[in-house]
């Protein structure tokens, strides 16, 4: 059963999307896929003029903690193996991927590295996270156009962010991770982007 499912999932790659089968999937087999819809996007985002270039150079680690977490870092993306143990769908990967790889085709990385906020340390804490949550919206608002532009359903993707909202839910009491998360379920409207 499960050599047939991943069979299926690897012949529906090359054709459309194959949707995870999370409870049958081990972490290594969801690693190998989450590199294959990775690829995917990269080489959609590389060969369709309507995006700027990501950097070939950028690459996807899996690490192997439990807790749920994606970021970007130089030169590459992070999943950790708790967040694909969560992940139920392709679209829930793509999401995940489309918005990491957001953060590297708008530099925030490098923004946020050479930007020197004012004097005065409230104002700079105030301004910093001002700045995080505009990254973070625009990262999600062109992650939903990739994903489109890519072939993926964005029709779920409030419910990812849900998700990930329930499962970090210790988290969200830290009012930093908390104000991110509920400004970018303000700002995710993957319905009202017109279909290409
Ligand atoms: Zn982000």
Redesign the pocket.
């Known amino acids: 059963m499960l050599i047939r499912k991943i069979f299926i999932c690897m012949i529906s790659l090359l054709i459309t999307d194959c949707t995870l089968a999370s409870d049958d999937m081990t972490i290594p087999e969801k690693t190998k896929h989450t590199e294959k819809l990775y690829t995917k996007l990269s080489k959609c985002i590389n060969s369709d003029n309507n995006f700027p270039s990501l950097d070939t150079a950028i690459s996807l680690d899996i690490d192997p903690s439990h807790e749920i977490n994606?970021?970007?870092s130089q030169g590459k993306i992070v999943i950790t193996a708790g967040l694909l143990k969560i992940a139920n769908s392709d679209e829930f990967i793509a999401f995940v991927l489309s918005?990491?790889i957001?953060?590297h085709i708008y530099q925030?990385l490098e923004k946020q590295r050479n930007f020197s906020p004012g004097e005065n340390f409230e104002d700079r804490v105030a301004f910093a996270l001002q700045r995080g949550i505009a990254?973070?919206v625009e990262?999600?608002r062109l992650g939903l156009e990739i994903m489109q532009q890519c072939g993926f359903d964005t029709a779920n993707a409030r419910e990812t962010l849900e998700i990930l909202l329930n499962e970090n839910s210790s988290k969200v009491n830290d009012t930093t991770t908390g104000l991110?998360y509920f400004e970018?379920m303000k700002h995710l409207h993957p319905k009202k982007i017109p279909a290409k």
Request: charge should be negative; hydrophobic fraction near 35%; aromatic fraction near 8%.
């Open positions: 994606a970021f970007s918005h990491e957001s953060h925030h990254m973070e990262a999600d991110l970018r």
